[in-house]
């Protein structure tokens, strides 16, 4: 059996609209890269760590304290070794947290011969979440393992369910390089919501996932619609409205804050909507001050992977 294990640990986007903490995505191309390694020496060593600033420290490391969490779950006689290529920007609102919880267990896992599935390796995976988001939500962390769209139908017991990905539906990102803090993100959302936008956020949820489910477009685009959540946290990234008001001109299904921003994501049918959407971003952005960068992917359905 390999003692050295070399990982894709891919970007996500969460919420996607109606979906607050359930419904999430995987992206195409867009990720994390980690090197797992068994050890004699026993314990979770972090060695490594290229592209951001992050703690080496275990218990600090959302790597590591996923990890940890597995490791302590599954006794292994022997130690491991974690090197963190990070291409995902941590604050980003693409699940730069996620797939550093996730690589970590996927990657021990397959080197002891995968004695979990990956219902319970998110379960590891949640503990790392949590370090960095200050509460225990799989909407990042789901997508990252299964790949595809997923819906968690809950977390204490975690049940997972698996959404089909219609073939040619495509996502487009802007990342503006400001960061935004999930915990900060969270803590402006109001306790309590009217009725009457718990009505109109159900229907679009089921809406959306029937239209996931049956390749309905039509019914995809009139599903993206966030009523609960959007109108606090979208104040918090710049040019929010122009941005989604151009796409939904240029052939967007749908627009929306990827999972705490300050990213924003679309969907469209199709590269060539995809990347007139983009060129609609780019326009806006590039009349601002702000850095930026756009990402543009299809639906990954594989989710994290060996290299």
């Known amino acids: 059996m390999k003692n050295e294990i070399k990982i894709f640990s891919p ?12 419904l999430g ?4 191309g867009i990720g994390d890269e980690m090197v797992i390694r068994k050890t004699d020496k026993k314990g979770i060593h972090i060695t490594k760590i290229e592209g951001f600033d992050l703690p080496y420290e ?8 996923s990890a940890l969490a597995m490791y302590e779950a599954a006794k292994p006689d022997c130690g491991f070794e974690i090197e963190i290529y990070k291409k995902i920007k941590p604050g980003s609102g693409i699940g730069s947290s996620a797939a550093s919880a996730v690589g970590s267990v996927f990657g021990m896992n397959a080197l002891l011969g995968r004695p979990y599935n990956k219902t319970e390796l998110t379960q590891f995976a949640i503990k790392g979440e949590a370090l960095a988001s200050k509460c225990e939500h799989a909407d990042n962390l789901a997508p990252a393992i299964f790949g595809g769209f997923t ?12 959404i089909p990905s219609p073939e040619d539906l495509y996502a487009t990102i802007i990342h503006p ?6 915990s900060e993100a969270r803590a402006i959302l109001p306790k309590d919501v009217p009725l009457q936008n718990a009505i109109t956020q159900w ?11 049956t390749s309905d477009y039509d019914l995809i685009q009139k599903s993206l619609h966030d009523v609960i959540v959007e109108p606090y946290r979208s104040q918090l990234i710049p040019y929010y409205k122009e941005v989604k008001k151009a796409v939904l001109q240029n052939g967007a299904l749908g627009a929306g804050i990827s999972g705490s921003g300050p990213s924003i994501f679309t969907l469209s049918k199709g590269f060539e909507n995809a990347q007139k959407v983009k060129s609609a971003m780019e326009k806006v ?7 930026f960068e756009i990402h543009m992917a299809r639906i990954n359905t594989e989710g994290v992977k060996v290299l």
């Open 151 to 162: 819906l968690v139908k809950s977390v204490s017991p975690l049940k997972i369910l698996e």
């Open 58 to 65: 275990t218990e600090l490391n959302v790597a590591g304290v």
């Open 203 to 213: 229907a679009n949820f089921g809406s959306l996932i029937h239209g996931l489910h």
């Open 11 to 22: 970007a996500t986007v969460a919420n996607v609209a109606c979906g607050f903490d359930v």
């Open 285 to 291: 952005y590039s009349e601002t001050d702000i850095a």
């Open 25 to 28: 995505f995987c992206l195409d």
């Open 177 to 182: 390089q400001i960061e935004i803090k999930t």
